[in-house]
C-alpha cells in the first residue's frame, strides 16, 4: 500500500463544494488534493442555481469558464398555483448582489469546474473512493483511498474538508448523522429533450407548479433543449405510485394542468431517479482536523434552491478558516464556522417548513401582491440569507407567520 506525502488539506468529492473549497485553497498556496469517486462527467442533482454563489465562484476565479457554457441564464423563479402565477425577478430584490445565475445540466457544470483547476495545477484524482479516516490527537489524519481496481493508497493531511455530498463520508464513518427537524420528503426525477418547448419566457422559466398544497413539480429547461421535471412531496405521496419509475412519473404527470400536455409522450432520457427521505442533519459541522461542507453537512429540501449555494458557501468559508488557521491564526470554529453556517440554515429552514405549512404559498399567491415584502422574500430566494437589514431574514421566525395570519384575517373579512 502506497502512502502519499504529507499535505496541507485532501478534500473529499469533487462536486461545486469541493472545487470551490480546492480552488480557494490553491489560490492561497497551500498544498491540496481532491479525490472523487466517480469518473467525471457524471449525472447528479442540483440543476438550478441562486444568484448568490455566484459570488462564491468570481471569488475564487471559477465564474469565467462557467460564462464560456452559455448555460441558460436564471433571472428568477416562477411559481404556480391554482391558476396564479408568482414570478419572482432577482433584479428586484431587497439585498443588494447578483441578480441572475444559471439553470445547469450538473454533469455539465461540474466538469467545467474540475477541468478548471486541473488546469490550474489542482491535483484531482477521479475514481478514488475513501473508505476510512484515522485522525491523531492533533487532528492530522491518514485517509484510506480505493481505486477502480480495488487497489489502497494513503494519503496524509493536515486537514480534511468532506465534500463528500450525499456520500456523507466523515458523517457516516464518525457517526455524525442526526435526523434532520423536516419531515420526510422524497422525490423522483428525470430529463426529457423537449419537442414542445414553447418559445420565449415560458419555455426557458424554472416553474414550481404546486400540484397539490404539499407536492409539487419542477421545471427547469437548459440551454441545450433538455429539460429536468420532477415531483417532490412526502414519502408516503410519492410510494402511492406503483409500476416503473417512468410510469410512476407518466401518472403524477397527469396533476400537473400546466405542464401535462407539454410533457406528454416526451421520452425520459434515463429512468427516474428516486431519492428517499433526502433531509440530512448532523451533530456537529467541523471537529480537530476536519469540517463538513455542502451536503455532506445539511441538506433540507430542493424547494428554495439553497443546495449548491449552501455548498460553495460552506466550502469557501471552511477553506478560508483553514488557511487562516495554517497560518498560525487562532480560530473560533464554533462561532466563524458552525454559527455563521447555522444562521443561514436557519433562515431556509424556516421557508422550507413554512412552504409546506402553506404559510408561504399563501403569501407567494395572495392578490394583490405587497411589493415591499416580495421584494425582501425575493433576496431570500436568491441566496442572501445573511442580511440582517431584510427583515424577512432578521424575523424570518415570525414573519412569514404573521403576514400569512394577516392574510387569513383579511380572507375571511373580505
Ligand atoms: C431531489 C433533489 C433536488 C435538488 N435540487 C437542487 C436544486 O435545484 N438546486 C440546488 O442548488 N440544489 C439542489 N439539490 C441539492 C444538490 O444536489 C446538492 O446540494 C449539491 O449537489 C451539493 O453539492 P456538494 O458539492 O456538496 O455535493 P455533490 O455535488 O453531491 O458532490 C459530492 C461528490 O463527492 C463524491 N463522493 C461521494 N462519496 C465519496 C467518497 N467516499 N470518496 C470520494 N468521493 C466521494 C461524489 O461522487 C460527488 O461527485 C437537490 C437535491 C435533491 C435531493
Known sequence: MTTSKN????????????????????????SIKVVEKNNFPRFVIGESLLPRCMDHFEEVGLLDCLKAQNFEVKSGARFLKNGVVCDFDFSK???????????VPRADFDVTLTNELQKKGVNIEFEQ???????????????TIKDSEGNL?????????????????????????????????????????????????????????VVTDDVWLWVIPFSNGVTSIGFVGP???????????????????????YYQERFEGEAHLFPPVEIKNYSKSVKQLYGKGFTLTGNSAEFLDPVFSSGVTFATESALLSAKLITKELNGEPVDWEVEYTDYIKEGVHVFSTYVKEWYTGNLQKIFFHRPENPE????????????????????????????????TVIDMETKNS
Open 235 to 257: 414519502t408516503e405521496f410519492l410510494e402511492k405510485y406503483t409500476g416503473s419509475p417512468s410510469e410512476k412519473i407518466t401518472k403524477m404527470m397527469e396533476l400537473s394542468t
Open 7 to 30: 499535505i496541507d488539506v485532501l478534500i473529499i468529492g469533487a462536486g461545486p463544494s469541493g472545487c470551490v473549497a480546492a480552488a480557494h485553497l490553491h489560490n492561497q498556496g497551500l
Open 373 to 404: 415584502i416580495k421584494k425582501q422574500i425575493c433576496a431570500v430566494l436568491a441566496g442572501y440569507v445573511w442580511d440582517k437589514s431584510n427583515p424577512f431574514v432578521k424575523n424570518h421566525n415570525r414573519l412569514v407567520k404573521t403576514v400569512a
Open 153 to 209: 493508497s494513503i494519503i496524509e493531511a493536515k486537514y480534511i474538508i468532506d465534500s463528500s455530498g450525499f456520500g456523507r463520508v466523515l458523517p457516516r464513518l464518525l457517526d455524525l448523522d442526526k435526523p434532520s427537524a423536516l419531515p420526510k420528503h422524497s422525490s423522483i426525477f428525470t430529463h426529457v429533450k423537449e419537442t414542445k418547448r414553447p418559445k420565449g419566457v415560458e419555455g426557458t422559466i424554472i416553474t414550481f407548479d
Open 129 to 143: 473512493e475513501v473508505v476510512a479516516v484515522d485522525f491523531a490527537e492533533d487532528g492530522s489524519s491518514k485517509t
Open 93 to 103: 430584490k431587497h439585498t443588494p448582489g447578483w441578480d441572475w445565475t444559471w439553470q
